[in-house]
């Protein structure tokens, strides 16, 4: 009788030791597994014109947060629809006029964070006489002498193409410039039409002038065509807050500052 409850007790403490092995075999594979996976994903939607530069800053805010981004870039307009709408991310970067935003109640006001701004920059095909563009009117002259001019079509929501638009209207050469026209599918289709010699010269954001084959003539003057700024929130659904408020941190950041700067984009407002 003594000896069969030796042998119950030795089998129940052996059982209660495999428990807490396995506990804590458990928890230290859990904590591994939380090791390897980081604190989980932040998911942003931007601007095609801050694509570059995002691209760039995420790799770094990854090795420096353990944070993985998952980003979308669409047009200005489209992302401005989105975050008005209430579509699920944790941190959108929009354009002015963003007020609606705000009103949406769908960003953390108090979270708002100006990033940088980016000018509507001019490109030639590669090889190619660069024309003068240091006032408005030698901007007028270089639209009077062009045989086609290519930017991103505005009815996309593209924000390079709205501000083109505008400064077609301001410098008074909307009608006249029609038949030389060419609309394009984002900053992207632009510069391509200008490699291939279907565009003599084309127009977008600086940030989105990559394509092999052009030469960049430069920025617009201010007086013609207006900045556009960039601005980042931590949206009011965000599914990881804490990951939310460190990205927007870092996209403001003074290292952040310095990839805006090689994109050809001014940091801050």
Do not use: W
Not at 83 to 111: E, L, R
Request: net charge positive; hydrophobic share 40%; proline share 7%.
């Amino acid at each position: 009788m003594r000896k069969a409850m030796r042998v119950a007790a030795i089998g129940a403490i052996t059982a209660m030791a495999a428990v807490i092995l396995g506990l804590t075999y458990g928890g230290g594979a859990q904590s591994e597994a939380r090791a390897q996976t980081g604190k989980g994903e932040v998911t942003l939607i931007a601007p095609g014109g801050a694509r570059a530069a995002v691209e760039a800053l995420i790799p770094g805010f990854e090795k420096k947060t353990g944070y993985k981004v998952k980003a979308t870039f669409g047009s200005g307009g489209g992302t401005h629809k989105q975050v008005v709408n209430g579509d699920a991310f944790d941190v959108p970067i929009v354009q002015p006029p963003y007020q609606d935003v705000i009103d949406s109640g769908n960003v953390v006001k108090s979270s708002e964070k100006p990033l940088a701004s980016v000018a509507v920059g001019v490109a030639v095909k590669q090889g190619a006489p660069k024309p003068d563009i240091s006032s408005p009117e030698a901007v007028k002259k270089m639209f009077a002498a062009a045989k086609s001019i290519s930017y991103p079509d505005p009815k996309g929501g593209a924000a390079a193409g709205v501000t083109v638009d505008e400064m077609f209207k301001k410098l008074g050469v909307t009608e006249q410039l029609q038949p030389k026209l060419k609309l394009a599918q984002g900053g992207a289709g632009a510069m391509k039409m200008v490699a291939s010699g279907e565009a003599e010269i084309g127009m977008t954001f600086l940030s989105e002038m990559e394509e092999p084959g052009i030469d960049l003539v430069g920025p617009l003057p201010k007086s013609a065509a207006t900045p556009t700024s960039l601005v980042a929130f931590v949206s009011a659904h965000a599914k990881n807050p804490d990951g939310a408020k460190a990205l927007v941190g870092y996209l403001s950041s003074p290292e952040a500052a310095t990839v805006y700067k090689a994109q050809h984009m001014m940091p801050g407002k």
